[in-house]
T-cell receptor
Framework: DAGVIQSPRHEVTEMGQEVTLRCKPISGHDYLFWYRQTMMRGLELLIYFNNNVPIDDSGMPEDRFSAKMPNASFSTLKIQPSEPRDSAVYFC????????????FGSGTQLSVL | DAKTTQPTSMDCAEGRAANLPCNHSTISGNEYVYWYRQIHSQGPQYIIHGLKNNETNEMASLIITEDRKSSTLILPHATLRDTAVYYCILISTLYNNNDMRFGAGTRLTVKP
């Protein structure tokens, strides 16, 4: 398996623009997580899905952030409008079932909002 | 609120054992202790996990105290490639309680 695949690897955009980050989980995994990492706040859980259904979005910073999982093999995290303080590395991770809870992380998307 | 406490940083000599401590004094009976590490610019990587008993795999050993209030991750023969941030986190097996929240971790530097 290719592992968790995220795209793009790097994204540079201007303040006010819409940003869409993409994630393809490992085939067969039923949990998907979105994390954000900054120097100041460390690794933060934004939202997670189980069987394509959002379970906990309490970590989503504000209404400018939204996440979807239209099917088991694809998820998006959208920021609209983007702001400089959204600059961070965004990680997607997937796992097989809650009992194992062994997360497999993607390589991340480095987002820079100018 | 952080459920685990780890030292901010540690050094280890190459070839020696690296012992990374983690305090989790409020751990619940249904919470596992998980360890992940993050090498610079990469996503975190799973290392090992345990509930009560000590565990060992090809990467590391996990020692959990009898009262479960603390644990130690042991890298038996540290190499330069083990330089990373190591996270100790607690995961509950309660239904629908699957929040994987990471703290600041321990920055381990393996020196030649």
């Amino acid at each position: 398996d290719a592992g968790v695949i995220q795209s793009p690897r790097h994204e540079v955009t201007e303040m006010g623009q819409e940003v869409t980050l993409r994630c393809k989980p490992i085939s067969g995994h039923d949990y998907l997580f979105w994390y954000r990492q900054t120097m100041m706040r460390g690794l933060e859980l934004l939202i997670y899905f189980n069987n394509n259904v959002p379970i906990d979005d309490s970590g989503m910073p504000e209404d400018r952030f939204s996440a979807k999982m239209p099917n088991a093999s694809f998820s998006t995290l959208k920021i609209q409008p983007s702001e400089p303080r959204d600059s961070a590395v965004y990680f997607c991770a997937s796992s097989l079932g809650r009992r194992t809870e062994k997360l497999f992380f993607g390589s991340g998307t480095q987002l820079s909002v100018l | 609120d952080a459920k685990t406490t780890q030292p901010t940083s540690m050094d280890c000599a190459e070839g020696r054992a690296a012992n990374l401590p983690c305090n989790h004094s409020t751990i619940s009976g249904n919470e596992y202790v998980y360890w992940y590490r993050q090498i610079h610019s990469q996503g975190p990587q799973y290392i090992i996990h345990g509930l009560k008993n000590n565990e060992t795999n090809e990467m590391a050993s996990l020692i959990i105290t009898e009262d479960r209030k603390s644990s130690t991750l042991i890298l038996p023969h540290a190499t330069l490639r083990d330089t990373a941030v190591y996270y100790c986190i607690l995961i509950s097996t309660l239904y629908n309680n699957n929040d994987m929240r990471f703290g600041a971790g321990t920055r381990l530097t393996v020196k030649p």
